[in-house]
């Protein structure tokens, strides 16, 4: 499987973030485009208002399915996966675990592409922040084994939080990913063969 962990964008970022997303998806063959968006339900940020994904990033409708309607979740065969991000990366988490048909799909895609909140859950184990404004730790999808991830990598200042989690979770690796910044992995080979585009930075913390 081939991953693409976007590291999310601060205020005044998405625009450049989402071009970068654009961009990959461009370069990928798909029949069938599947948008995961349940981390994002709301948000007082315009750039993420109304209809971000179509100002934004440019799909054939006839290949757009958004995980949000059923009937699209059932006519779904093999798509590229799309995960986006937001504050409600609980919310995202326990949707995609609720619904084998989705998170079957998730498992056996040949290609993802997860932004922030996204990216995060992929992981074996994973932060989730709740409505209150607390941590807590959990099970990620474990798509990328013996990990945790922090995006909003050095702009939200993590190294020392991702290094606590690396200890708490007993994880083996560590992906610190800056916002408008992505890694490019294979499960197959990670954590060699890695590629890094954007204007940020990754850690990978062992």
Not at 68 to 97: H, Q, R, T, Y
């Amino acid at each position: 499987m081939k991953i693409f962990l976007f590291g999310g964008a601060e205020k005044g970022q998405a625009t450049n973030l989402l071009k970068l997303i654009d961009q990959t998806i461009q370069k990928i063959n798909f029949d069938q485009f599947l948008h995961i968006p349940f981390a994002r339900t709301t948000t007082s940020d315009l750039e993420w208002q109304g209809d971000w994904f179509n100002r934004n990033i440019k799909i054939n409708k006839e290949k757009y399915l958004n995980a949000e309607n059923k009937d699209d979740v059932e006519k779904a065969i093999s798509p590229l996966i799309f995960i986006s991000g937001g504050s409600k990366s609980e919310n995202l988490l326990k949707k995609l675990k609720s619904d084998p048909k989705l998170l079957k799909l998730v498992l056996n895609a040949e290609y993802i592409i997860a932004e922030s909140a996204g990216a995060k859950i992929l992981a074996s184990k994973c932060r989730l922040t709740d409505d209150s404004g607390g941590n807590k730790i959990t099970d990620g999808l474990d798509i990328i084994k013996n990990t945790i991830i922090e995006p909003h990598y050095s702009n939200k200042k993590r190294q020392k939080l991702l290094e606590e989690e690396m200890i708490q979770t007993n994880s083996q690796y560590g992906l610190g990913i800056d916002s408008e910044t992505c890694l490019e992995i294979d499960t197959d080979t990670f954590p060699r063969d890695c590629t890094i585009f954007g204007n940020g930075t990754v850690e990978i913390k062992s």
